[in-house]
Nanobody
């Protein structure tokens, strides 16, 4: 499956962005999805995951209460609504997919990756 992430940009602290990740495969509805991010000089870190039907989600503590993941299986798309953005949220954001439907929290558990979209939050 191919993943296409979009929606990144430059925003001031306290602002909002909505990322999208479109998948190429009709069986998208069977896939667990996640967002990871990687800041310059840092390792890729988990942000949030969602199971195959959206019934279960898991957020990193750093984004809990500010970010919301959702999915529209009819559109083969997963979304990440990011509110109250902080400068420390600045990173390249990657979407990932795995054809096992349950939540997964580790990067190595995901088989497919999008190209990444840059999010920059200015102070």
């Amino acid at each position: 499956v191919q993943l296409q992430a979009s929606g990144g940009g430059l925003v001031q602290a306290g602002g909002s962005l909505r990322l999208s990740c479109a998948a190429s495969r009709r069986t998208f509805g069977n896939y667990a999805m996640a967002w990871f991010r990687q800041a310059p000089g840092k390792e890729r870190e988990f942000v949030v995951a969602i199971n195959w039907n959206g019934g279960a989600t898991y957020y990193a503590d750093s984004v809990k209460g500010r970010f919301t993941i959702s999915r529209d299986n009819a559109k083969n798309t997963v979304y990440l609504q990011m509110n109250s953005l902080k400068p420390e949220d600045t990173a390249v954001y990657y979407c990932a997919a795995d054809n096992g439907g349950a939540l997964k929290l580790r990067a190595y558990e995901y088989d497919y990756w999008g190209q990444g979209t840059q999010v920059t939050v200015s102070s």
